[in-house]
């Protein structure tokens, strides 16, 4: 089973500062057909999960330029640019290459 | 617009059974996989189960396996998760999401809409 680690686990942060949340799988996520399967998505107090990101670095429909996500095997990165208020919740990364597996969560709060 | 609405979560007996569903619409419902992921209370996500979009490939997560049984109709856009022998751990919010791809491996797969779920509590 592929497991995701996260780091940090939780991350205060000022308004209009960046945030960088990191996860790590344990294979490689990189599939046959070139794409890496590794996704983000933000849970809001009281919300059902919203996908952010899709493959490593696609914003899904809606989702503001300041969200963005890079990597590559089985290093990733998320990065706001300019936290908001509305940014609060807790942040997943998702592996769907075998199967799917989501990380523990990084709860993200406004100082 | 998406709409995913979960209905059936109950308090039931450990050892019970329970049968949850998930209305779909604003989507054709038949093009996409579904699947069921769950929310222990205060804890992260836990997918469960996927379905293809015409019902013929499932999985199951090993915590499931052999308990619980994923299906749909899609002649009334719907999905169901029936949840046998049920435990303490199973206690969950379970929600329903649509998948981006009509079956496992046809693609990049990932729930991209979520339901507000349905809360399944095992006591005694």
């Known amino acids: 089973d592929i497991v995701m680690t996260q780091t940090p686990l939780s991350l205060s942060v000022t308004p209009g500062q960046p945030a960088s949340i990191s996860c790590k799988s344990s294979q490689s996520l990189l599939h046959s057909d070139g794409k890496t399967y590794l996704y983000w998505y933000l849970q809001k107090p009281g919300q059902s999960p919203q996908l952010l990101i899709y493959e490593v670095s696609n914003r899904f429909s809606g989702v503001p330029d300041r969200f963005s996500g890079s990597g590559s095997g089985t290093d990733f990165t998320l990065k706001i640019s300019r936290v908001e208020a509305e940014d609060v919740g807790v942040y997943y990364c998702?592996?769907?290459?075998?199967?799917?597996?989501f990380g523990q969560g990084t709860k993200v709060e406004i100082k | 617009e998406v709409q995913l609405v979960e209905s059936g979560g109950v308090v039931v007996q450990p050892g019970g059974s329970l049968r949850l569903s998930c209305a779909a619409s604003g989507f054709t419902f038949d093009d996409y996989a579904m699947h069921w992921v769950r929310q222990a209370p205060g804890k992260g996500l836990e997918w469960v189960s996927l379905?293809?979009?015409?019902?013929?490939?499932?999985y199951y997560a090993d915590s499931v396996k052999g308990r619980f049984t994923i299906s749909r109709d899609n002649s009334k856009n719907s999905l169901y998760l029936q949840m046998n022998s049920l435990r303490a751990e199973d206690t969950a919010l379970y929600y329903c999401?649509?998948?981006?791809?009509?079956?496992?491996?046809?693609?990049?797969?990932?729930?991209?809409?979520w339901g507000q779920g349905t809360l399944v509590t095992v006591s005694s």
């Open positions: 999401a649509k998948d981006m791809t009509y079956y496992y491996g046809s693609g990049s797969s990932m729930p991209d809409y």
């Open positions: 379905i293809s979009w015409d019902g013929g490939s499932t």
């Open positions: 998702m592996q769907s290459i075998q199967l799917w597996t």
